[in-house]
């Protein structure tokens, strides 16, 4: 039997770190998803701004079992012009005047359709979709807020002994368990993370 899962995890955290070095350090996904416990490896591929993301988890018969997602990143400034500049054409901005007033950075992780062929049940290998945001807003006192959420749908089938229990009831009992592993990880992972600053505490 085929199903789908859905997992999600969100938090809020004040870096104690200058807003410029933390959004370098946040934009490279690389860095901050090789902190996950469950990510086995992450690569850009061969189109623009596009990754191959890798995780694994293990099953309850304790095998491998692995998630392949492709993920397209989009990064957006978040300014605060002044009234006379609102409604002007971002692209006659300086980069004067961008510096001056950005008071965020947007980054976006969204599913990107690989052309071939992912899943591969009887090698339990499955293809994910991943979407997500990070904002990151500058803050007083070289701080900066981050606020992080992210959403994956994972396709996978079903084993033989879990189909006497109604469809149902597998998969709020999936959604939930995948929610649970996902904030656990997504915890794990900032904490990682806060090592390389001076401080990191949820907001």
Known sequence: ??????????????????????????SDQKKILGFNPFCHSIEQTSTENVFRWHFRVTDPQNNPFDVIFYV????ELLLELPKHLEFTDPRE???????LYTVGKKISWKHHQFPLQVDDPAN???EGKAYGDLFMHRMPE???????????????????????IPEQIIS??????MCMI??????KTFHSISKDFVKVEHA
């Open 1 to 26: 039997m085929d199903m789908e899962g859905t997992g999600t995890s969100s938090g809020n955290w004040i870096f104690y770190g200058e807003f410029d070095r933390t959004v370098a350090y946040l």
């Open 182 to 187: 996902m904030q656990t990880a997504t915890n």
């Open 124 to 126: 339990y290998l499955f």
């Open 72 to 75: 397209e990143q989009r990064d």
């Open 172 to 177: 709020t009992m999936t959604n939930a368990c």
């Open 93 to 99: 901005l300086s980069q004067e005047i961008i510096q």
């Open 142 to 164: 070289n701080q900066t807020k981050v606020h992080f959420k992210l959403r994956v749908d994972v396709h996978f089938t079903l084993y033989p002994a879990f189909r006497i």
